[in-house]
């Protein structure tokens, strides 16, 4: 069925078009100078010394924690109310994930109580979410991982554009990663960035990406280099120059469009606190910082039937989805780590649904969105116990 109102759109125009089409008329695809101008203007908008455009935002997280050596017999907690890449590129490199619970129904990102809690000698490294691009509790996270000794990865695949402090978010931990999937923020279908100020941690993640080689194709076609040499066990996890053209217009338009997310994500708190849609609660009403809302989350009232609610908004038109279905639920990692438990994220994630949230997104349509939900929750047959 077709939805009048998707979860997600891009925010794509003939500037992106323009950009894919003039790569192609100068006929070099593979990663080059379109490439080092996106990451230098990338990381020239997050303040950062180094950013390395990759595959995917998967690939980012997985070379993370490559460059900073977590392999077999280590451990990294990260949350569990998040996309599975976040744990698989743990995973990845051999070494284990030790889920940590999230705050709360207010703020759904990972807890930094929880994060002592799940400390042992084998921990090395922190990954964060900063979940619909609202702020993790950086500062405590952080003199937490100072106080073990432990290296912090940010996952900023929701964060584009956003900061706390005045700082943004990606530059806080030991490195950032951000993924440019079709329905993020800043989009090329594919792609990711990693930043660091660590001089180390870039020039493994840049030898690392392009097979452990020590020069690139395009080095050695613009006479820069006439060999190589293969000092890594790499991989091949490069962008290619039309996505890079396409990131670099979209970072142009970041800004705008996170403005526009605001002011929808506004729109809808207005239209729901204070109504009687049954106490749905919001989460990150007091989110510290620039957020990047990059989706907008609602918590229904215990009890209410997930499935119904969103069927009953796809009649109205409006697609839904849920963020996220916990990983340790998963039928691969509930076998790799058995009764595992973890209330308060399973309690939030049984309850949460997404509403739908682009640039793109008119307020006519907000208003549409908003009077389905209320009027979805109206019904008693959302509810289980009035049958
Ligand atoms: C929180 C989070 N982490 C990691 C990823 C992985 O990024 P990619 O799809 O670019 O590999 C995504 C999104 O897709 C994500 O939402």
Known sequence: MEMRIP????????????????????????????????????????????ALAVSNGTHALHLACLALGIGPGDEVIVPALTFVATANAVLYTGAEVRFAEIIGEDDFNISPEDIENRITP?????????????????PEILEIARHHELAVIEDAAHAHGASLEDRALGTWGDAGCFSFFSNKN???????????????????????????????????????????????????????EIRS???????????????????????????????DA??????????????AHHIFPILLPEGADRIKFME?????????????????????????????SLPVTENVAAREV???????????????????TIETLSFDRMFASSG
């Not at 660590?198 to 060999?227: F, Q």
């Not at 979209?250 to 002011?263: D, E, F, P, T």
């Not at 009953?312 to 595992?340: C, E, K, W």
């Open 7 to 50: 979860l997600s759109d891009m925010a794509y125009d003939a500037e992106e078009e323009q950009a894919a089409l003039e790569v192609i008329q100068r006929r070099w695809l593979t990663m080059g100078s379109v490439t080092q101008k996106f990451e230098s203007e990338f990381a020239r908008s997050a303040g950062v010394k180094h």
């Open 122 to 138: 084998h921990t090395r490294a922190i990954v964060v979410v900063h979940y619909g691009g609202y702020a993790c509790r950086m």
């Open 186 to 240: 800043l989009a090329t279908g594919e792609g990711g960035m990693l930043i660091t100020d660590r001089d180390d941690i870039a020039e493994k993640v840049r030898v690392l990406r392009s097979h452990g080689m020590t020069t690139l194709t395009w080095d050695r076609h613009h006479g820069h280099a006439y060999t190589y040499d293969v000092v890594a066990l790499g991989n091949n996890y490069r962008i290619d």
């Open 245 to 275: 053209a396409l990131g670099l217009v979209q970072l142009g338009k970041l800004a705008g469009n996170n403005a526009r997310r605001k002011a929808i994500a506004e729109r809808y708190r207005k239209g729901l606190i204070g109504t």
């Open 278 to 291: 049954h106490r749905i609660e919001l989460p990150f009403c007091n989110a510290a910082g620039i957020p």
């Open 312 to 340: 009953s908004m796809r009649n109205a038109g409006v697609q839904t989805s849920i963020h996220y279905p916990p990983i340790h639920q998963f039928t691969y990692y509930r076998q790799r780590y058995p009764d595992l």
């Open 354 to 372: 997404t509403l739908p949230l682009y640039p793109g997104l008119r307020d006519d349509e907000v208003d549409w969105v908003l009077s389905a």
